[in-house]
């Protein structure tokens, strides 16, 4: 146990389901093994703002099914300033707090870099639903949102079969395709449409009018926000087909709601871990999975990891939705 006796945490950038999960498993270890911990409201934002309070045992009771987080969430343009950054480690000293757990995605990991650059212990859980750190299988929120989009899906096939319509459903993920590719293969999607691969829009054109030409009453089209907007492709997909067309942005549900069995139990063994890395001294690491082992590596080798993009899952599920 050494010298961590106060450790902070905040959760930071867009929230995902089970980030509470994760707080309580932080908070709930750090308090076994005898540590004091002070959660930090909004992120990098409510650490310059000093607007933190001690958290005991109860304070994580009744939230590991919620979604959302307890801390709440902010971006913060401030933190990324040296300026704002050193306010943030003159709040953290003031508070005797000796480490920091950051729970969020690549930019609030960019920030635990910084932090750590300066001196100050940080670890970092991944929490977001994008799925977009190279270094872990999956950060946690992201089967949460695949489920909720996977329900959407399903609702929009019973109604674009009965009105034998083309459905372009948007989905999140920043510049990662992982929730269009696994949601679209589970709901059974004819086209998925990832920033990660090239396709054209005749391609997408011919295979509406093959399917429909074998009888598929509706064409669910999945389509990632990093390729650009559904109201765009619609128009552009009308043009050439000149098929009943409806869009459906999914947005913010897909953040919210409560977490899967998956995501809970994710986020509990991060938060574990994290707590035992700085017990055992250790700074400036990550947790993530890897074929279902919780792991810990440098954040500058993790942040310097590059996306390798499931092109067999991809290419399959052209294969499956013919
Ligand atoms: N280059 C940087 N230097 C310091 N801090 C940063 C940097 N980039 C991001 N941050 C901090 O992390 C916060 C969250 O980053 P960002 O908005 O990219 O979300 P995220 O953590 O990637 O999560 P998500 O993508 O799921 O929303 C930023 O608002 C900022 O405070
Ligand atoms: O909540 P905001 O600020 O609108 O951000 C939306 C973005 O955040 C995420 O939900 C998580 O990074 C992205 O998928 C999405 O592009
Ligand atoms: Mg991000």
Do not use: W
């Not at 943030?88 to 969020?104: C, F, M, P, T």
């Not at 999140?172 to 269009?180: E, F, S, T, V, Y």
């Not at 707590?275 to 700074?283: A, E, F, N, Y």
């Amino acid at each position: 146990m050494d010298t961590i006796r106060t450790i902070g945490i905040l959760t930071s950038g867009g929230d995902a389901p089970g980030m509470n999960a994760a707080i309580r498993a932080v908070v709930r270890s750090a308090i076994y093994y005898g540590c004091k911990v002070y959660g930090i409201n909004r992120g990098y934002k409510g650490l310059i703002e000093e607007d933190l309070v001690e958290m005991n045992l109860s304070s994580v009771g009744d939230i590991i099914h919620r979604g959302g987080t307890i801390l709440k969430s902010s971006r913060c343009e401030e933190f990324k300033t040296e300026e704002g950054r050193l306010q943030g480690v003159k709040i953290l000293k003031k508070h005797n707090i000796d480490s920091l757990v950051i729970i969020g995605g690549d930019g609030s990991f960019i920030g635990a870099q910084k932090l750590s650059e300066l001196g100050f212990p940080a670890i970092g859980i991944p929490g977001t639903i994008d799925n977009d750190l190279p270094y872990t299988d999956y950060t946690i929120g992201f089967d949460t949102a695949m489920n909720t989009i996977i329900d959407a899906i399903g609702k929009i096939r019973d109604t674009s079969s009965s009105h034998e319509r083309v459905n372009i459903i948007e989905v999140m993920g920043r510049h990662c395709g992982d929730l269009a590719l696994y949601a679209g293969l589970a709901g059974g999607a004819e086209t998925i449409i990832v920033p990660e691969v090239d396709i054209k829009i005749d391609e997408i054109c011919t295979k509406l009018k093959t399917t429909q030409k074998r009888g598929k009453r509706h064409s669910i089209i999945v389509l990632a926000e990093g390729v650009g907007n559904a109201s765009d492709l619609g128009k552009e997909i009308i043009k050439k087909t000149s098929a009943d067309l409806r869009i459906t942005v999914l947005g913010h549900v897909q953040r919210g709601g409560s977490p899967t069995a998956f995501d809970r139990i994710l986020a509990s063994r991060m938060g574990a871990r994290a707590v035992d890395l700085l017990l055992d001294g250790k700074s400036a690491r990550v947790v993530g999975i890897k074929d279902n082992k919780i792991i810990d590596l440098e954040i500058n080798e993790a942040l310097s990891k590059t996306r390798s993009f499931d092109k067999d899952t991809y290419e399959m599920v052209k294969v499956l939705s013919i």
